[in-house]
Protein backbone atom coordinates (compact mmCIF):
# COMPACT_ATOMS: atom_id res chain seq x y z
CA UNK A 1 0.00 0.00 0.00
CA UNK A 2 1.33 3.64 -0.79
CA UNK A 3 2.30 5.44 2.08
CA UNK A 4 -0.81 8.74 2.27
CA UNK A 5 0.26 12.40 1.69
CA UNK A 6 -2.17 15.11 3.10
CA UNK A 7 -0.62 18.42 1.31
CA UNK A 8 -2.12 21.74 2.69
CA UNK A 9 -0.71 24.63 0.51
CA UNK A 10 0.12 22.65 -2.34
CA UNK A 11 -0.27 25.12 -5.04
CA UNK A 12 2.60 27.17 -3.57
CA UNK A 13 5.99 27.08 -3.65
CA UNK A 14 7.14 24.43 -1.44
CA UNK A 15 3.62 22.57 -1.71
CA UNK A 16 4.45 21.93 -5.18
CA UNK A 17 7.61 20.94 -5.04
CA UNK A 18 7.00 18.62 -2.32
CA UNK A 19 4.14 16.98 -4.08
CA UNK A 20 6.51 15.93 -7.18
CA UNK A 21 8.95 14.64 -4.37
CA UNK A 22 6.56 12.86 -2.43
CA UNK A 23 4.95 10.88 -6.03
CA UNK A 24 8.65 10.26 -7.17
CA UNK A 25 8.94 8.47 -3.76
CA UNK A 26 5.81 6.63 -4.96
CA UNK A 27 3.04 8.39 -2.39
CA UNK A 28 -0.49 8.88 -2.82
CA UNK A 29 -0.67 12.51 -2.50
CA UNK A 30 -3.77 14.76 -1.70
CA UNK A 31 -3.81 18.44 -1.66
CA UNK A 32 -6.11 21.07 -0.02
CA UNK A 33 -6.56 23.84 -2.68
CA UNK A 34 -8.72 26.99 -2.38
CA UNK A 35 -9.93 27.37 -5.86
CA UNK A 36 -8.01 26.58 -9.25
CA UNK A 37 -7.10 26.77 -12.25
CA UNK A 38 -5.29 29.37 -11.75
CA UNK A 39 -3.07 28.67 -8.81
CA UNK A 40 -2.03 25.05 -10.15
CA UNK A 41 0.46 26.95 -12.40
CA UNK A 42 3.33 25.04 -10.72
CA UNK A 43 1.20 21.33 -10.63
CA UNK A 44 0.07 21.31 -14.34
CA UNK A 45 3.04 18.98 -15.11
CA UNK A 46 1.48 16.63 -12.49
CA UNK A 47 -2.03 17.59 -11.19
CA UNK A 48 -3.51 14.26 -13.14
CA UNK A 49 -1.72 12.21 -10.35
CA UNK A 50 -3.10 14.63 -7.56
CA UNK A 51 -6.42 13.89 -5.47
CA UNK A 52 -7.38 17.58 -5.14
CA UNK A 53 -10.12 18.57 -2.06
CA UNK A 54 -11.19 22.00 -1.60
CA UNK A 55 -10.49 23.78 1.76
CA UNK A 56 -9.46 26.65 3.87
CA UNK A 57 -7.68 27.01 6.64
CA UNK A 58 -9.99 28.87 8.30
CA UNK A 59 -12.46 25.95 7.27
CA UNK A 60 -12.31 22.97 10.30
CA UNK A 61 -15.33 21.56 8.29
CA UNK A 62 -13.54 21.51 5.12
CA UNK A 63 -10.58 20.24 6.67
CA UNK A 64 -12.28 17.64 8.10
CA UNK A 65 -13.62 16.51 5.10
CA UNK A 66 -10.30 16.49 3.37
CA UNK A 67 -8.73 14.76 6.07
CA UNK A 68 -11.34 11.68 5.85
CA UNK A 69 -10.94 11.64 2.49
CA UNK A 70 -6.99 11.59 2.34
CA UNK A 71 -7.49 9.67 5.28
CA UNK A 72 -3.16 10.61 5.99
CA UNK A 73 -0.09 9.10 7.15
CA UNK A 74 1.39 12.17 6.88
CA UNK A 75 0.03 15.48 6.62
CA UNK A 76 2.03 18.64 5.43
CA UNK A 77 0.84 21.80 6.54
CA UNK A 78 2.29 24.31 4.90
CA UNK A 79 -0.61 26.63 3.64
CA UNK A 80 -0.10 30.22 5.30
CA UNK A 81 -0.26 33.86 5.30
CA UNK A 82 3.77 34.21 4.03
CA UNK A 83 4.30 37.89 3.89
CA UNK A 84 5.28 39.60 7.10
CA UNK A 85 3.85 43.48 5.83
CA UNK A 86 0.15 41.71 5.19
CA UNK A 87 0.64 40.74 8.57
CA UNK A 88 0.87 43.97 9.60
CA UNK A 89 -2.37 44.61 8.04
CA UNK A 90 -4.11 42.03 8.36
CA UNK A 91 -2.87 40.30 12.18
CA UNK A 92 -6.07 38.55 13.37
CA UNK A 93 -6.36 37.26 9.75
CA UNK A 94 -2.99 36.07 10.32
CA UNK A 95 -3.29 34.24 13.18
CA UNK A 96 -6.28 32.63 12.31
CA UNK A 97 -4.47 31.06 8.77
CA UNK A 98 -1.43 30.61 10.41
CA UNK A 99 -1.85 29.18 13.90
CA UNK A 100 -5.59 28.52 13.85
CA UNK A 101 -5.32 26.30 10.88
CA UNK A 102 -2.48 24.06 12.60
CA UNK A 103 -4.78 23.93 15.72
CA UNK A 104 -7.48 22.84 13.64
CA UNK A 105 -5.43 20.17 12.22
CA UNK A 106 -3.90 18.90 15.27
CA UNK A 107 -7.26 18.57 16.71
CA UNK A 108 -8.73 16.33 13.91
CA UNK A 109 -5.59 14.16 13.34
CA UNK A 110 -5.64 13.32 17.53
CA UNK A 111 -9.35 12.65 17.11
CA UNK A 112 -9.41 10.85 14.19
CA UNK A 113 -6.23 8.89 13.59
CA UNK A 114 -4.16 9.91 15.99
CA UNK A 115 -1.09 8.06 14.95
CA UNK A 116 -1.29 10.45 11.76
CA UNK A 117 2.45 12.07 11.36
CA UNK A 118 1.92 16.29 11.00
CA UNK A 119 4.48 18.26 9.86
CA UNK A 120 4.62 22.18 10.39
CA UNK A 121 5.87 24.82 8.38
CA UNK A 122 7.35 26.72 10.73
CA UNK A 123 9.76 29.69 10.32
CA UNK A 124 13.01 31.46 10.82
CA UNK A 125 10.91 34.41 11.72
CA UNK A 126 10.25 33.25 14.45
CA UNK A 127 13.60 33.62 16.01
CA UNK A 128 13.53 38.17 14.90
CA UNK A 129 16.58 39.71 15.89
CA UNK A 130 18.41 36.76 17.55
CA UNK A 131 21.73 37.66 15.72
CA UNK A 132 23.88 35.15 14.89
CA UNK A 133 23.51 31.58 13.65
CA UNK A 134 20.17 29.99 14.99
CA UNK A 135 19.73 26.35 15.77
CA UNK A 136 17.00 24.63 17.71
CA UNK A 137 17.88 25.90 21.23
CA UNK A 138 18.03 29.51 20.28
CA UNK A 139 15.67 31.40 22.07
CA UNK A 140 12.29 32.70 20.03
CA UNK A 141 11.80 36.66 19.40
CA UNK A 142 9.58 36.85 16.71
CA UNK A 143 9.18 40.88 15.64
CA UNK A 144 5.95 40.38 13.14
CA UNK A 145 2.69 39.12 13.38
CA UNK A 146 3.50 36.03 11.11
CA UNK A 147 6.69 35.33 13.59
CA UNK A 148 4.29 35.42 16.34
CA UNK A 149 2.19 33.29 14.61
CA UNK A 150 4.22 31.22 13.39
CA UNK A 151 5.65 30.70 17.18
CA UNK A 152 1.98 29.65 18.17
CA UNK A 153 2.24 27.26 15.76
CA UNK A 154 5.34 25.64 16.28
CA UNK A 155 4.35 25.58 20.53
CA UNK A 156 1.61 23.84 19.73
CA UNK A 157 3.19 20.89 17.58
CA UNK A 158 5.45 20.74 21.02
CA UNK A 159 2.25 20.49 22.90
CA UNK A 160 0.40 18.18 21.19
CA UNK A 161 3.67 15.70 20.58
CA UNK A 162 3.68 15.90 24.42
CA UNK A 163 0.33 14.22 24.58
CA UNK A 164 1.52 11.43 22.20
CA UNK A 165 1.17 12.86 18.78
CA UNK A 166 3.91 12.51 16.00
CA UNK A 167 4.21 16.13 14.92
CA UNK A 168 7.04 18.10 13.83
CA UNK A 169 8.33 22.15 13.32
CA UNK A 170 10.65 21.77 10.61
CA UNK A 171 12.63 25.45 10.83
CA UNK A 172 13.02 26.65 7.69
CA UNK A 173 15.42 29.40 6.59
CA UNK A 174 14.56 31.63 3.49
CA UNK A 175 14.25 29.24 0.48
CA UNK A 176 13.55 30.50 -2.84
CA UNK A 177 12.86 29.08 -6.10
CA UNK A 178 11.71 29.80 -10.00
CA UNK A 179 8.44 29.40 -7.75
CA UNK A 180 8.96 31.63 -4.98
CA UNK A 181 5.61 34.20 -5.10
CA UNK A 182 6.75 37.53 -6.80
CA UNK A 183 5.76 39.56 -3.68
CA UNK A 184 9.07 38.11 -2.33
CA UNK A 185 12.47 40.29 -2.77
CA UNK A 186 14.33 37.69 -4.46
CA UNK A 187 11.47 37.02 -6.88
CA UNK A 188 11.07 40.34 -7.21
CA UNK A 189 14.50 41.14 -8.28
CA UNK A 190 14.40 38.42 -10.72
CA UNK A 191 11.72 39.16 -12.62
CA UNK A 192 12.92 42.67 -12.87
CA UNK A 193 16.17 41.45 -14.01
CA UNK A 194 14.37 39.65 -17.10
CA UNK A 195 12.95 42.32 -18.27
CA UNK A 196 16.20 44.56 -18.35
CA UNK A 197 17.84 41.43 -19.92
CA UNK A 198 15.16 42.33 -22.79
CA UNK A 199 16.81 46.22 -22.64
CA UNK A 200 13.61 48.00 -20.17
CA UNK A 201 15.67 50.13 -17.54
CA UNK A 202 13.13 50.95 -15.54
CA UNK A 203 14.77 51.03 -12.11
CA UNK A 204 13.54 48.40 -9.42
CA UNK A 205 11.96 50.19 -6.08
CA UNK A 206 13.05 48.12 -2.71
CA UNK A 207 13.20 48.27 0.41
CA UNK A 208 16.31 47.95 2.91
CA UNK A 209 19.38 46.43 0.33
CA UNK A 210 21.11 45.83 3.53
CA UNK A 211 19.22 43.29 5.30
CA UNK A 212 20.59 39.74 4.80
CA UNK A 213 18.79 36.26 4.70
CA UNK A 214 20.39 32.75 4.57
CA UNK A 215 18.38 31.91 1.37
CA UNK A 216 18.55 28.14 -0.31
CA UNK A 217 16.82 26.50 -3.13
CA UNK A 218 13.39 25.23 -2.45
CA UNK A 219 13.99 22.00 -4.03
CA UNK A 220 16.75 21.02 -1.35
CA UNK A 221 14.42 22.21 1.92
CA UNK A 222 11.14 19.93 0.57
CA UNK A 223 13.55 16.79 0.87
CA UNK A 224 14.31 18.10 4.59
CA UNK A 225 11.08 18.39 4.83
CA UNK A 226 10.17 14.53 4.25
CA UNK A 227 13.42 13.18 5.88
CA UNK A 228 11.85 14.82 8.93
CA UNK A 229 8.76 13.29 9.24
CA UNK A 230 10.47 9.56 8.62
CA UNK A 231 12.52 9.74 12.14
CA UNK A 232 11.83 7.57 14.50
CA UNK A 233 10.65 10.07 17.41
CA UNK A 234 9.62 13.42 16.25
CA UNK A 235 11.74 16.43 16.77
CA UNK A 236 12.20 19.99 15.27
CA UNK A 237 15.27 20.77 13.08
CA UNK A 238 16.62 23.99 11.46
CA UNK A 239 16.98 23.84 7.79
CA UNK A 240 19.38 26.45 6.57
CA UNK A 241 22.51 26.64 4.17
CA UNK A 242 24.65 29.05 6.85
CA UNK A 243 25.48 31.22 4.71
CA UNK A 244 23.95 35.02 4.86
CA UNK A 245 23.88 37.50 2.13
CA UNK A 246 21.81 41.06 1.62
CA UNK A 247 19.31 42.09 -0.91
CA UNK A 248 22.15 44.33 -2.20
CA UNK A 249 24.20 40.95 -2.65
CA UNK A 250 21.16 39.94 -4.40
CA UNK A 251 20.89 42.71 -6.60
CA UNK A 252 24.94 42.45 -7.61
CA UNK A 253 24.62 38.82 -8.40
CA UNK A 254 21.32 38.89 -10.94
CA UNK A 255 23.96 42.07 -12.41
CA UNK A 256 26.70 39.23 -12.57
CA UNK A 257 24.32 36.49 -14.28
CA UNK A 258 23.39 39.24 -16.38
CA UNK A 259 26.89 39.73 -17.54
CA UNK A 260 27.88 36.21 -17.85
CA UNK A 261 24.85 35.76 -20.14
CA UNK A 262 24.64 38.55 -22.37
CA UNK A 263 28.13 39.49 -22.70
CA UNK A 264 26.56 43.01 -22.60
CA UNK A 265 29.14 45.03 -19.93
CA UNK A 266 26.03 47.44 -18.81
CA UNK A 267 24.86 45.39 -16.46
CA UNK A 268 28.11 46.12 -14.13
CA UNK A 269 28.74 49.07 -11.89
CA UNK A 270 26.84 50.31 -8.86
CA UNK A 271 23.63 48.52 -7.85
CA UNK A 272 22.03 51.72 -8.17
CA UNK A 273 21.59 52.07 -11.75
CA UNK A 274 19.08 49.14 -11.31
CA UNK A 275 17.28 49.38 -8.36
CA UNK A 276 16.74 53.05 -6.00
CA UNK A 277 15.15 52.27 -2.14
CA UNK A 278 11.62 53.58 -1.79
CA UNK A 279 11.26 54.69 1.95
CA UNK A 280 7.83 53.20 2.38
CA UNK A 281 9.10 49.90 1.45
CA UNK A 282 11.74 50.04 4.10
CA UNK A 283 10.35 48.11 7.08
CA UNK A 284 9.35 49.11 11.00
CA UNK A 285 10.35 46.04 12.37
CA UNK A 286 12.85 44.77 10.19
CA UNK A 287 14.93 41.43 11.33
CA UNK A 288 18.11 42.51 9.78
CA UNK A 289 20.37 39.51 9.70
CA UNK A 290 18.88 35.26 9.70
CA UNK A 291 21.77 32.91 9.55
CA UNK A 292 20.75 29.17 10.03
CA UNK A 293 23.11 27.06 12.07
CA UNK A 294 21.75 23.25 10.42
CA UNK A 295 24.33 20.84 11.85
CA UNK A 296 21.57 18.63 13.95
CA UNK A 297 19.61 18.11 10.39
CA UNK A 298 22.73 17.44 8.67
CA UNK A 299 23.72 14.85 11.96
CA UNK A 300 20.55 13.13 12.49
CA UNK A 301 18.39 13.03 9.28
CA UNK A 302 21.56 13.48 6.54
CA UNK A 303 20.26 16.63 5.10
CA UNK A 304 22.70 18.96 3.15
CA UNK A 305 21.85 21.71 0.47
CA UNK A 306 23.10 21.04 -2.84
CA UNK A 307 22.39 24.66 -4.34
CA UNK A 308 24.60 27.47 -3.71
CA UNK A 309 23.39 31.51 -3.48
CA UNK A 310 25.39 31.66 -6.91
CA UNK A 311 23.15 28.56 -8.64
CA UNK A 312 20.08 29.84 -6.86
CA UNK A 313 20.55 33.57 -8.14
CA UNK A 314 21.18 31.69 -11.73
CA UNK A 315 18.24 29.23 -11.92
CA UNK A 316 15.80 32.11 -10.89
CA UNK A 317 17.07 34.61 -13.40
CA UNK A 318 17.07 32.16 -16.14
CA UNK A 319 13.93 30.87 -15.46
CA UNK A 320 12.20 34.47 -15.28
CA UNK A 321 13.85 35.14 -18.32
CA UNK A 322 12.98 32.05 -20.08
CA UNK A 323 8.98 32.97 -18.45
CA UNK A 324 9.05 36.77 -19.81
CA UNK A 325 9.92 35.48 -23.52
CA UNK A 326 7.45 32.80 -23.42
CA UNK A 327 4.60 35.27 -22.04
CA UNK A 328 5.81 37.60 -25.05
CA UNK A 329 5.75 34.86 -28.08
CA UNK A 330 2.39 33.85 -26.65
CA UNK A 331 0.77 37.35 -26.87
P1 LIG B 1 3.52 30.14 -0.90
O1 LIG B 1 3.08 31.56 -0.69
O2 LIG B 1 4.18 29.81 -2.18
O3 LIG B 1 2.26 29.18 -0.71
C1 LIG B 1 1.30 29.42 0.28
C2 LIG B 1 0.19 28.41 0.09
O4 LIG B 1 -0.76 28.57 1.15
C3 LIG B 1 -0.59 28.56 -1.21
O5 LIG B 1 -0.82 27.26 -1.72
C4 LIG B 1 -1.90 29.19 -0.78
O6 LIG B 1 -2.99 28.84 -1.61
C5 LIG B 1 -2.07 28.54 0.58
N1 LIG B 1 -2.99 29.23 1.47
C6 LIG B 1 -2.89 30.52 1.91
N2 LIG B 1 -3.91 30.79 2.74
C7 LIG B 1 -4.67 29.67 2.83
C8 LIG B 1 -5.84 29.33 3.53
N3 LIG B 1 -6.49 30.21 4.29
N4 LIG B 1 -6.34 28.07 3.41
C9 LIG B 1 -5.72 27.17 2.60
N5 LIG B 1 -4.60 27.44 1.89
C10 LIG B 1 -4.09 28.67 2.02
O7 LIG B 1 4.45 29.77 0.35
P2 LIG B 1 5.77 28.85 0.41
O8 LIG B 1 5.56 27.62 -0.39
O9 LIG B 1 6.95 29.71 0.16
O10 LIG B 1 5.81 28.49 1.96
C11 LIG B 1 5.22 27.29 2.45
C12 LIG B 1 5.15 27.34 3.95
O11 LIG B 1 6.45 27.42 4.51
C13 LIG B 1 4.37 28.53 4.52
O12 LIG B 1 3.69 28.10 5.67
C14 LIG B 1 5.46 29.51 4.92
O13 LIG B 1 5.03 30.37 5.96
C15 LIG B 1 6.52 28.54 5.39
N6 LIG B 1 7.88 29.04 5.29
C16 LIG B 1 8.35 29.43 4.07
C17 LIG B 1 9.64 29.90 3.95
C18 LIG B 1 10.17 30.30 2.62
O14 LIG B 1 11.27 30.89 2.59
N7 LIG B 1 9.52 30.00 1.52
C19 LIG B 1 10.52 29.99 5.12
C20 LIG B 1 9.94 29.47 6.34
C21 LIG B 1 8.65 29.03 6.41
P3 LIG B 1 -3.51 29.76 -2.84
O15 LIG B 1 -2.74 29.28 -4.05
O16 LIG B 1 -4.95 29.45 -2.91
O17 LIG B 1 -3.21 31.18 -2.50
P1 LIG C 1 11.00 37.62 4.58
O1 LIG C 1 12.34 37.29 5.09
O2 LIG C 1 9.98 36.53 4.79
O3 LIG C 1 10.49 38.93 5.02
O4 LIG C 1 11.16 37.64 2.97
P2 LIG C 1 11.10 38.86 1.93
O5 LIG C 1 11.61 38.31 0.65
O6 LIG C 1 9.75 39.49 1.91
O7 LIG C 1 12.12 39.93 2.53
C1 LIG C 1 13.48 39.59 2.74
C2 LIG C 1 14.23 40.86 3.13
O8 LIG C 1 14.31 41.73 2.01
C3 LIG C 1 13.57 41.66 4.26
O9 LIG C 1 14.57 42.07 5.14
C4 LIG C 1 12.97 42.86 3.53
O10 LIG C 1 12.89 44.04 4.32
C5 LIG C 1 14.00 43.04 2.43
N1 LIG C 1 13.49 43.81 1.29
C6 LIG C 1 14.06 44.91 0.77
N2 LIG C 1 13.33 45.39 -0.23
C7 LIG C 1 12.24 44.59 -0.35
C8 LIG C 1 11.12 44.59 -1.23
O11 LIG C 1 10.95 45.44 -2.09
N3 LIG C 1 10.23 43.57 -1.07
C9 LIG C 1 10.38 42.61 -0.12
N4 LIG C 1 9.47 41.62 -0.04
N5 LIG C 1 11.43 42.60 0.74
C10 LIG C 1 12.35 43.58 0.62
Redesign the pocket.
Known amino acids: MPRRALI????????SYLAEHLLDLGYQVYG????EPE?MQWLRRIAHRIEFTY????DSVSLETAFRKAWPDEVYN?????FIPTSWEFPADTFD??AG?LSRLLQIAAREKPDTRVYQ?????MYGNSGGPCNETTPFCPASPYGAS?LAAHHLCRIYRGRGLYAVGGI?????SP???PEMVTRKITRAAAAWAKGDRTKLRLGNLQARRDWGF?GDYVRAIHLMMQQEKPADYVIGTGDSHSVADFVEQVLQVLRQMTGDSDFSGPIERFVEVDARLVRANEIYDLRADARLAREEIGWKPTVDFKGLVEMMVKADISALREAASAA
Do not use: C, M, P, Y
Not at 8 to 15: A, K, L, M, N, P
Not at 32 to 35: A, K
Not at 55 to 58: P, S, T, W
Not at 121 to 125: G, P
Open positions: TGITGQDGLVRRSGDLRLAAQVVNGASSSEKLFNHERRGA
